[in-house]
Structure formats: structure tokens, C-alpha cells
């Protein structure tokens, strides 16, 4: 009888000890699973819209998850709710003292433009835009480069559309005239930059300006259909130069943008904006990404590569 008993209390134990190890196996997996969906929901990167590059942040946001399994890519309205903001990075940012780190991941480039069926800029499209006319046709100050017999005295020369300061293409323009430039001349557009353009092509005495990938049909790569590029004269020598023609191929503006060192043209860099010290590593790795692989999709969009050569790498906070 007692060795009965004993192999009874043997298997009992032994039973015992199965189920405290399929036990601890199920809460080591459970276990598992939740730090999985915490890293999960920690692989979400949070970028404010940009208008002015929208197409272009999601290319790079595509990219990035094909290459990274698992990561997702949220877009929000409001900067504050982000990780990221894309800015056009004038020379009032990038403070050392600010809590936010810029990265530069791209250039653009801004251009005057005129609805195709205004003749007042003729001369101006076959010679192009000299400095002192592109400035007093954004600042609202009309000379005799501008006038016409055409016109008369009830009828505008031309009607400038353009966007409050804080617009990014806005900025660009602004700060290519110089400091004492605080706002631009012409009727408010509100909303989207793309809304300037649909202003001039609805008007024949339309004039305004935009980005590249605004301006330029992206598919063939010439100025959009209704609209006139006003051409800028780079030297200011009053007449476009063979190797100046590259206004009507959107490929060849860009590699003369990026091969050239005059300044005619406004252009600024674009940058990533975060928190040095709250942002997260994989909010670092995306935009590293971007920096080193990620600007091979700008010509695509409209957008020139940066012109920022140093190291890449994040290296400080």
C-alpha cells in the first residue's frame, strides 16, 4: 500500500509541475505578444503636412516602410501632434538655442509665372526677368517696364496673386528680396499653394509664382498647360544665353540649379524639423533615411537635392 500511495504522490507532483510549466510557457508568450505590439505601436512616426510637398513626403514615407517592415508612416494637421514638420529653412531658423533640430533634405526653387494669354510680358518671356523687374512686379510697384498700349487707363496691367508671409513659397520670394521685405504685394490667396495657379489660369491678366513641382507637369516634365514660366535673366545681362534656355524642360532647369552657383533664382533649403531631445530613434532613422536615400526622389517631385555637404549622420542631439 505505501508504495502505492508513494507513485500516486509522485504522478500528482508530476502533474502538478506540467501545469505550472504550461502556465509559465502561456504567460512567457503572452508576455511576448504584448512587448510586440508595444514596439509595434512604438514604429509610428507622426509628420505634420506640408503643402508645398506633400507628394514628395509621401514618396519618401513609401520608401522608407518598403524598407523598414512594420513602420508606419502617420500624417497629422497640426505640428504640434507631430514628430516631424517639413519647413523651408530661411536664414531666421535654425536658432542653436531652439528646442528643434533642422535637418536639410532637399532644395526649392520658386519661379514667376503668367497666365499664356498675357501679352504684356512678351519681352520679358523672350529675354527674361531681370532682378529689379522680377522684385517690383511682387512688390506692387509699377514702372514703365510694364506698360502697355494694349491697355487702358480703367484696365490693369497685370493682377498679382500671391499668399500671406507665413506661406513657405511665400517665404522663399520674401527672403530673395531682402530684409526690408516684410510682406508681398497683390491679392490674398488662402489655402494651398496650388490655388495661386488655378488664380492665374482663370485670369489673363493673371501673374503669380510657385514651386517646381507646381508649376511643371510632372508626368512630361514641361511648364503646365495655361501657364507661361517667367523666364529669370541669371546674369541680368537683358537677353537669355543658349545655355540659360532651360525653362521649358524641367530636368534641365534642375541640373542647372544644382550645377550652378547664381543666386538669380530663389531657391532655399527644406528641412525636417523635431525635438533634440524628445525625439525618438526611429524618428532619427527616418530621417537619416531621407537625408542619405531618400533625396534620390526629389527631381522626380520638382525638388533639387540639398546642398548641405556635411556628414549626414545625426550625430548630436
Not at 52 to 76: C, H, Q, R
Request: charged share 25%; aromatic share 8%; hydrophobic share 35%.
Amino acid at each position: 500500500m505505501k508504495t502505492t500511495e508513494k507513485k500516486i504522490s509522485k504522478l500528482r507532483k508530476a502533474g502538478v509541475s506540467k501545469f505550472v510549466g504550461k502556465a509559465t510557457l502561456i504567460m512567457a508568450v503572452m508576455a511576448v505578444c504584448s512587448s510586440l505590439q508595444a514596439q509595434n505601436a512604438n514604429k509610428t512616426i507622426t509628420i505634420a503636412g506640408s503643402k508645398f510637398a506633400n507628394p514628395l513626403i509621401e514618396k519618401w514615407a513609401s520608401e522608407y516602410s518598403k524598407a523598414n517592415s512594420g513602420v508606419t508612416i502617420k500624417f497629422v494637421k497640426n505640428t504640434e501632434q507631430s514628430e516631424l514638420a517639413l519647413t523651408v529653412n530661411t536664414p531666421s531658423q535654425g536658432d542653436e538655442k531652439s528646442a528643434e533640430k533642422l535637418v536639410n533634405v532637399g532644395r526649392v526653387a520658386v519661379l514667376p509665372v503668367a497666365n499664356e494669354k498675357n501679352v504684356l510680358f512678351d519681352k520679358q518671356f523672350k529675354n527674361g526677368i531681370k532682378q529689379e523687374e522680377f522684385k517690383n512686379i511682387f512688390l506692387g510697384i509699377v514702372t514703365d517696364e510694364f506698360d502697355s498700349e494694349e491697355k487702358s487707363a480703367t484696365e490693369p496691367l497685370f493682377t498679382v496673386y500671391s499668399q500671406a508671409p507665413q506661406s513657405a513659397t511665400a517665404k522663399v520670394l520674401i527672403d530673395h528680396f531682402g530684409k526690408s521685405v516684410s510682406e508681398l504685394s497683390g491679392i490674398l490667396v488662402t489655402g494651398d499653394d496650388k490655388y495661386l495657379i488655378e488664380s492665374v489660369l482663370s485670369d489673363s491678366t493673371g501673374v503669380s509664382y510657385g514651386n517646381l513641382s507646381l508649376i511643371y507637369d510632372l508626368n512630361n516634365r514641361a511648364p503646365l498647360k495655361g501657364i507661361k514660366i517667367l523666364p529669370i535673366d541669371p546674369d541680368n545681362s537683358g537677353r537669355l544665353k543658349k545655355e540659360e534656355l532651360v525653362y521649358s524642360n524641367l530636368d534641365q532647369l534642375i541640373t542647372f540649379l544644382e550645377s550652378s552657383k547664381n543666386k538669380a533664382i530663389p531657391t532655399e533649403e527644406i528641412s525636417f524639423s523635431f525635438n533634440k531631445k524628445n525625439s525618438s530613434p526611429l524618428v532619427e532613422d527616418f530621417v537619416n533615411w531621407v537625408k542619405i536615400s531618400g533625396q534620390q526622389f526629389n527631381h522626380q517631385y520638382g525638388f533639387l537635392r540639398s546642398n548641405d555637404d556635411k556628414d549626414p549622420a545625426l550625430t548630436q542631439k
